[in-house]
């Protein structure tokens, strides 16, 4: 059955490629024969898979669903990455698959250091990755699996934070598709919106799909900066700040349940940690920067949804600022936005219920009999779950020290190595120091892109699900 449902995903990446084939014939550019040589590889393997699985089970088990959402991730990005590699323009397997890594993974690195060199239709399928990666390879799954007879349930369970998907529908696929409706009526607002301020459609589309995804890549070298546009930066603004928002959330809101999306928790933490650590960065800027009140806010802003949203994408180079201001954003790059959206980071809900959990430890050591339920929305967290966020974070705060040494190790300065690790891990794109937003990753060793690479899918997949294949109790039959 994994290998029927596999086979099936690498049909719809071939219909994928045929469609950036047809832009790239639009535009006569280059990378046609590259795009079309990738669809019949991905057609011939996607058929052969499907042969392979004929007459398989209907059914999925928990360990299974593990399986399709990392083995999905990998083969989408190993065949992606053909049209990069057949057309020349990023010669080398380890950037290859490092550039769709990072576009399917939404996180937004490049080894590109000359972006606007590559055909439309790259440039196009760059955008689509991210696009297809943001709300989740495994969303097509859910779609695919009716016809095989088997239920997604345990292919959203592996994909989905625990915290992430409220049952808004029995039957998950109905809501799969639904919040899919959400995310393609975003970006296909947000196309038109930046249309109207000035971008060409090809890059309407092309931004509109990193926005939406918070992947953050772009068609121009410079990023959003390219544009200076004061109306494009508060637009994007806005719709990177509802993509980091839990996509359940914004279902109940388009069908009228305003209380229960003003009144959630995740969401007030995010909105106030956005609009506290705006003010504080703008304020900076004033008084160190050359730039007014309107500008100091504006850059600020959008810096700030940026990176809390892992999207990446700049309008300055803030490793240019005082070092206060770039430290204080590293810390918004660890942060995240809400589960259930399409970001990285560590999420906001686990902050807050880590805020709880140490608020209610002070009272335990004066009141040891207490007893103190960690509530949030009014329902009360369960020993598990709060278990599974300590873990959680300690596994996230381990992983960043450990490839931080090891990259160090590869002759990578301090401030690289943990910015490049914090990015890769929290799926946001640009580093720090010499990695930061003005600079690709091109300039890192090879070594490094693999183990980058990894962390990018650690991070997309919530680390749990990936690391769950290295354990052997994971595959013993009982």
Same mark, same amino acid.
């Given at each position: 059955m994994i290998?029927? @449902?596999? &086979?099936?995903l690498?049909?719809i990446?071939a219909?994928m490629? %045929?469609?950036?084939? =047809? *832009? !790239?014939? +639009?535009?006569k550019?280059?990378?046609?024969?590259?795009?079309l040589?990738?669809s019949?590889?991905?057609?011939?393997?996607?058929f052969?898979?499907?042969a392979?699985?004929?007459?398989?089970e209907r059914y999925?088990?928990?360990?299974d669903?593990?399986?399709i959402?990392?083995?999905?991730?990998?083969?989408?990005?190993?065949?992606?990455?053909?049209?990069?590699?057949?057309?020349?323009?990023?010669?080398?397997v380890?950037?290859?698959f490092?550039?769709?890594?990072?576009?399917?993974?939404?996180?937004?690195?490049?080894?590109?250091?000359?972006i606007?060199?590559?055909?439309h239709g790259?440039?196009?399928w760059?955008?689509?990755?991210?696009? @297809?990666? &943001?709300l989740?390879?495994?969303f097509?799954?859910i779609?695919? %699996?009716p016809?095989? =007879? *088997? !239920?997604g +349930?345990?292919?959203?369970?592996?994909?989905a934070?625990?915290?992430?998907h409220?049952?808004?529908h029995p039957?998950?696929g109905v809501?799969?598709k639904?919040i899919?409706?959400?995310?393609a009526?975003?970006t296909?607002?947000?196309i038109?919106?930046?249309a109207?301020?000035?971008?060409?459609?090809f890059d309407?589309?092309?931004h509109a799909?990193?926005?939406?995804?918070?992947?953050?890549?772009s068609t121009?070298?410079?990023?959003?900066?390219y544009?200076?546009?004061p109306?494009i930066?508060?637009?994007?603004?806005?719709?990177m700040?509802?993509?980091?928002t839990?996509?359940?959330l914004?279902?109940?809101?388009f069908?009228?349940?305003?209380?229960?999306?003003?009144?959630?928790?995740e969401?007030?933490?995010?909105?106030v940690?956005?609009?506290?650590i705006?003010?504080g960065?703008?304020i900076?800027?004033?008084?160190?920067?050359?730039?007014?009140?309107?500008?100091s806010?504006?850059?600020?802003?959008?810096?700030v949804?940026?990176?809390?949203?892992?999207?990446?994408f700049a309008?300055?180079?803030?490793m240019?600022w005082k070092?206060?201001?770039?430290?204080?954003?590293?810390v918004?790059?660890l942060?995240?936005?809400?589960?259930?959206?399409t970001?990285?980071g560590?999420?906001?809900?686990?902050?807050?219920i880590?805020a709880?959990?140490s608020?209610?430890?002070?009272?335990?050591?004066?009141?040891?009999?207490?007893?103190l339920?960690v509530?949030?929305?009014?329902?009360?967290?369960p020993p598990?779950?709060?278990?599974?966020i300590?873990?959680?974070?300690?596994?996230?705060?381990?992983?960043?020290?450990v490839?931080?040494?090891i990259?160090?190790?590869?002759?990578?300065?301090?401030?690289e190595?943990?910015?490049c690790?914090?990015?890769?891990?929290?799926?946001?794109?640009p580093?720090?120091?010499?990695l930061g937003?003005s600079?690709s990753?091109?300039?890192?060793?090879?070594a490094?892109?693999?183990l980058?690479?990894?962390?990018?899918?650690l991070?997309?997949?919530?680390?749990f699900?990936?690391?769950?294949?290295?354990t052997?109790?994971?595959w013993r039959?009982?």
């Open positions: 290998y029927r @449902i596999i &086979g099936f690498l049909l990446e219909a490629l %045929l469609c950036c084939s =047809g *832009v !790239s014939l +639009l535009y550019g280059d990378d046609l024969l590259s795009f040589y990738s019949g590889i991905c057609v011939i393997v996607g052969l898979l499907l392979i699985g004929r007459g398989a999925l088990g928990r360990r669903g593990y399986v959402v990392t083995v999905a991730w990998l083969v989408f990005s190993i065949f992606g990455m053909l049209p990069f590699y057949l057309s020349g323009y990023i010669p080398t380890t950037d290859a490092f550039e769709t890594m990072s576009g399917f993974s939404s996180t937004g690195a490049s080894i590109l250091d000359d606007e060199r590559l055909p790259l440039l196009f760059r955008s689509m990755t991210q696009w @297809i990666g &943001g989740g390879i495994v097509f799954t779609a695919v %699996l016809i095989f =007879g *088997v !239920s +349930l345990q292919v959203f369970a592996a994909e934070s625990a915290m992430a409220d049952k808004v039957r998950i809501t799969a639904w899919w409706g959400i995310y009526g975003m296909g607002t947000l038109v919106l930046l109207l301020g000035g971008m060409d459609i309407s589309i092309c799909f990193t926005t939406t995804g918070t992947g953050g890549f121009k070298q410079d990023s959003i900066a544009f200076n546009s109306y930066e508060y637009v994007i603004a806005i719709f700040f509802f993509s980091g839990n996509f359940t914004l279902l109940l809101l069908t009228g349940r305003f209380k229960k999306f003003f009144g959630n928790a969401l007030k933490w995010f909105f940690s956005v609009v506290l705006t003010i960065i703008a900076g800027l004033y008084l160190t920067a050359d730039m007014d009140a309107e500008e806010f504006r850059k600020s802003l959008f810096q949804v940026s990176l809390h949203t892992s999207t990446g309008t300055a180079d803030y240019t070092p206060i201001l770039w430290g204080v954003l590293a918004v790059m942060m995240g936005a809400c589960a259930g959206s970001t990285g560590i999420k906001c809900i686990r902050l807050l880590l709880k959990i608020r209610n430890e002070f009272t335990h050591i004066t009141h040891p009999n207490a007893v339920p509530r949030v929305n009014k329902q009360v967290i598990s779950l709060r278990s599974t300590l873990a959680f974070t300690f596994l996230y705060a381990l992983i960043i020290i490839s931080t040494l990259m160090m190790g590869m002759d990578m300065g301090m401030i190595a943990l910015g690790s914090i990015s890769s891990l929290g799926n946001m794109g580093g720090l120091g010499d937003p600079h990753w091109n300039s890192i060793p090879s490094a892109k693999w980058l690479s990894f962390l990018m899918l991070g997309r997949l919530e680390i699900t990936v690391l769950l294949l290295f052997s109790n994971f039959k009982n």
